[in-house]
Structure formats: structure tokens, C-alpha cells
């Protein structure tokens, strides 16, 4: 029996595994991370093109049953079975992560890789076919979001197979995909907690000008006690964060991003409040206002921004003094 919560959905579709495994370039020195192995149909395939496998697997009966499967062939002592919650649970050293994983943790293990350490090769996953598309997004795109902003920040995303909701036993009620995400080596040096807060601005009404975004009573508010803040304790920033700090943010931002309801912090834009005009004018909101003219910013949405516009927006604001952390 299946449950339901645990996105227990196994693949039966012996030739769609073979084609993840070639896909995903396992080397023989590879140590493989699986997630959720399931009854162990594709964990039974990394063991053969990889040194060994560490497969973490949240439901006690699949990890038994799991071990049963391989007890007693030459595949069981190159297999590590780690039972738990793949979130909570602290993970080891690997090269490669190849998974086929329940869809409702998506967010938070996408940012938990991408913030574990030493960073590994890649990782080639199944997702829901809606996250695909919105880690693939670019400038434009209908599902360019907050999401793909900082994963492509932070990794190299490619869309590699898609995979009708019949591979799958019992079949989900949508569509997958596969994906590679290989992390960028050097990380971009920015500070993610900065990005991130001027992305999640940004986006949250991504078709709104930012112009109007930044004329905001809310937005101008929360700025200028940031603003108030830094001035206060004379703290001088360099503009990047060391490496553990970044890892920890990213890793905080899994949980901020919902996996199936990715709008949720896109606000409608009819329902944009109405406070810009109430925002009283200020020598901030001038000081936050040129810094926009200064790029030419202004009449630019979210929507259409590249990570390269960001950056240079990020390092506008920074300069005139105006954090977003
Ligand atoms: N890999 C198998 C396959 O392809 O046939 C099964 C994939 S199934 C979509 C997801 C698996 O992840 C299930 O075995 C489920 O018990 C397990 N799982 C669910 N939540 C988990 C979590 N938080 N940590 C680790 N494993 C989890």
C-alpha cells in the first residue's frame, strides 16, 4: 500500500531508468546520494554504474524492503541505507545526487543541495513538470519567478527528459520532468541574503513596474530602517558574504518558496495597495528613486530582468548605502 503524503510513486518503466542513469554521467569513482529509493528500481542501477550509493529513505517498510532486495548479491555492501527524513537528516560527502523524489519537498531539498558543502557535480532529479519549467525559466518566460532567479544564481539548470505521469506506479495526477542542476563554481559574489531580499521584492508583483514597486510605503519603509540600522552601527558592508554565511542562507530559502503554489508571494497586481500614493515624499524615497533613474530602472518589471540586471541593480542600491538584509 501507498501513502499518499510520501509521494510514493514508483517508476515502472525500466527503459526511462536506464535513460536517467545515462543521463546523469555517473563515473565509476562516484559516491551516488539517492533520494526516496522507493522499492530500489533506480538505486538497483546506480549501484552498477557507480562506486556506491547512499540512499536516504524517509518510510522504515520501503528501507526494508530496500535491504531485502539486494541482501545476499555482490550490489549490498557498495549500498548505504540512511532512514529519515532526507531534510532533517545532515548529509554526507558525494559526487552526484540521482533522484526521483516526492514532489512536496521540492523547494527545500533543491536549496539544501545547493547549499551543502563541499558542493557536489550535479544533480539529475525528477521534479514535478511545473517546478521544471519555472527552475528553467529565463527573462519573459510565463514562469519566470523568484525560484528560478536564485537557483540559476546559484547552478546551471537544464531540462533533460520529459516523463508522462504512466511511467509511474500508482501515476501521479501530473506530469514530470527530469533535470540537471550543476552548481556554479565559483559562487557569484553577492551577498544571497541581500539578492534574495531584492528579488523577493522584485517579484513580488513581478508585472508592476519598479518604478511603482519602489514607491511603495512598505517597501520604502522596510528600506529605510535597514537604512537606519546600517547607519546607526557605522557597520561598513563589502558587499559579499563568506561562503558559510551564503550556504546558510540558501539553505533558509527552500523553506520560503512554496513547491506547488509558487505564486503564493505573487500578489495580483490589481490588488496592489494603494499606500504609493499615501508614501509621503522623502529625501529617502528620492535617495531610493535615483538609484533606479540612475540605472534605468524605473519602467523595468521583475518579469523581465536577467540575473546580470539584478546584480547591477543590487550593487546600485548597495552603493548608495541601501540594504535589503
Ligand atoms: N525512487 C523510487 C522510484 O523511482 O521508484 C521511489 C520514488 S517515490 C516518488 C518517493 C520516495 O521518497 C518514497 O519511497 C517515499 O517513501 C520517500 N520519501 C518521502 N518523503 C521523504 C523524505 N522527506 N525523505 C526521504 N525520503 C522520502
Given at each position: 500500500?501507498?501513502?499518499?503524503?510520501?509521494?510514493?510513486?514508483?517508476?515502472?518503466?525500466?527503459?526511462?531508468?536506464?535513460?536517467?542513469?545515462?543521463?546523469?554521467?555517473i563515473?565509476?569513482?562516484?559516491?551516488?546520494?539517492?533520494?526516496?529509493?522507493?522499492?530500489?528500481?533506480?538505486?538497483?542501477?546506480l549501484?552498477?554504474?557507480?562506486?556506491?550509493?547512499?540512499?536516504?529513505?524517509?518510510?522504515?517498510?520501503?528501507?526494508?524492503?530496500?535491504?531485502?532486495?539486494?541482501?545476499?548479491?555482490?550490489?549490498?555492501?557498495?549500498?548505504?541505507?540512511?532512514?529519515?527524513?532526507?531534510?532533517?537528516?545532515?548529509?554526507?560527502?558525494?559526487?552526484?545526487?540521482?533522484a526521483?523524489?516526492?514532489?512536496?519537498?521540492?523547494?527545500?531539498?533543491?536549496?539544501?543541495?545547493?547549499?551543502?558543502?563541499?558542493?557536489?557535480?550535479?544533480?539529475?532529479?525528477?521534479?514535478q513538470?511545473?517546478?521544471?519549467?519555472?527552475?528553467?525559466?529565463?527573462?519573459?518566460?510565463?514562469?519566470?519567478?523568484?525560484?528560478?532567479?536564485?537557483?540559476?544564481?546559484?547552478?546551471?539548470?537544464s531540462?533533460?527528459?520529459?516523463?508522462?505521469?504512466?511511467?509511474?506506479?500508482?501515476?501521479?495526477?501530473?506530469?514530470?520532468?527530469?533535470?540537471?542542476?550543476?552548481?556554479?563554481?565559483?559562487?557569484?559574489?553577492?551577498?544571497?541574503?541581500?539578492?534574495?531580499?531584492?528579488?523577493?521584492?522584485?517579484?513580488?508583483?513581478?508585472?508592476?513596474?519598479?518604478?511603482?514597486?519602489?514607491?511603495?510605503?512598505?517597501?520604502?519603509?522596510?528600506?529605510?530602517?535597514?537604512?537606519?540600522?546600517?547607519?546607526?552601527?557605522?557597520?561598513?558592508?563589502?558587499?559579499?558574504?563568506?561562503?558559510?554565511?551564503?550556504?546558510?542562507?540558501?539553505?533558509?530559502?527552500?523553506?520560503?518558496?512554496?513547491?506547488?503554489?509558487?505564486?503564493?508571494?505573487?500578489?495580483d497586481?490589481?490588488?496592489?495597495?494603494?499606500?504609493?500614493?499615501n508614501?509621503?515624499s522623502?529625501?529617502?524615497?528620492?535617495?531610493?528613486?535615483n538609484?533606479?533613474?540612475?540605472?534605468?530602472?524605473?519602467?523595468?518589471?521583475?518579469?523581465?530582468?536577467?540575473?546580470?540586471?539584478?546584480?547591477?541593480?543590487?550593487?546600485?542600491?548597495?552603493?548608495?548605502?541601501?540594504?535589503?538584509?
Amino acid at each position: 500500500s501507498f501513502h499518499k503524503s510520501k509521494g510514493q510513486h514508483i517508476l515502472k518503466n525500466p527503459l526511462l531508468v536506464d535513460s536517467i542513469v545515462q543521463k546523469s554521467g555517473i563515473k565509476p569513482t562516484d559516491t551516488v546520494l539517492e533520494i526516496g529509493p522507493g522499492t530500489g528500481n533506480l538505486t538497483k542501477k546506480l549501484l552498477e554504474a557507480g562506486k556506491n550509493v547512499i540512499a536516504v529513505e524517509l518510510d522504515p517498510r520501503m528501507v526494508l524492503e530496500l535491504q531485502r532486495r539486494f541482501q545476499g548479491t555482490p550490489l549490498s555492501n557498495r549500498l548505504k541505507v540512511i532512514q529519515g527524513d532526507v531534510l532533517k537528516c545532515d548529509l554526507p560527502y558525494f559526487d552526484i545526487c540521482v533522484a526521483n523524489i516526492p514532489y512536496q519537498i521540492s523547494s527545500p531539498l533543491t536549496f539544501k543541495l545547493l547549499a551543502h558543502r563541499p558542493l557536489f557535480r550535479c544533480a539529475v532529479i525528477m521534479f514535478q513538470r511545473e517546478f521544471a519549467m519555472r527552475l528553467v525559466a529565463q527573462p519573459g518566460d510565463t514562469l519566470y519567478c523568484r525560484l528560478s532567479v536564485n537557483t540559476q544564481l546559484l547552478s546551471r539548470i537544464s531540462h533533460l527528459l520529459k516523463v508522462g505521469r504512466n511511467n509511474f506506479r500508482p501515476p501521479p495526477k501530473v506530469d514530470s520532468s527530469v533535470v540537471r542542476i550543476e552548481p556554479r563554481k565559483p559562487l557569484p559574489p553577492v551577498n544571497f541574503k541581500e539578492w534574495d531580499g531584492l528579488v523577493r521584492i522584485c517579484f513580488n508583483r513581478k508585472n508592476k513596474t519598479l518604478g511603482s514597486i519602489f514607491r511603495q510605503k512598505s517597501v520604502l519603509s522596510l528600506l529605510e530602517k535597514n537604512y537606519k540600522t546600517l547607519q546607526a552601527l557605522q557597520l561598513s558592508q563589502d558587499g559579499s558574504s563568506n561562503d558559510a554565511e551564503m550556504a546558510m542562507a540558501v539553505s533558509a530559502l527552500g523553506n520560503t518558496l512554496g513547491d506547488l503554489n509558487m505564486d503564493a508571494d505573487e500578489k495580483d497586481d490589481e490588488e496592489m495597495d494603494l499606500d504609493d500614493a499615501n508614501a509621503k515624499s522623502s529625501e529617502f524615497k528620492d535617495k531610493v528613486l535615483n538609484v533606479l533613474k540612475q540605472g534605468n530602472f524605473e519602467e523595468r518589471r521583475a518579469s523581465k530582468l536577467a540575473q546580470a540586471d539584478f546584480m547591477h541593480l543590487l550593487s546600485l542600491f548597495n552603493k548608495a548605502g541601501i540594504h535589503f538584509s
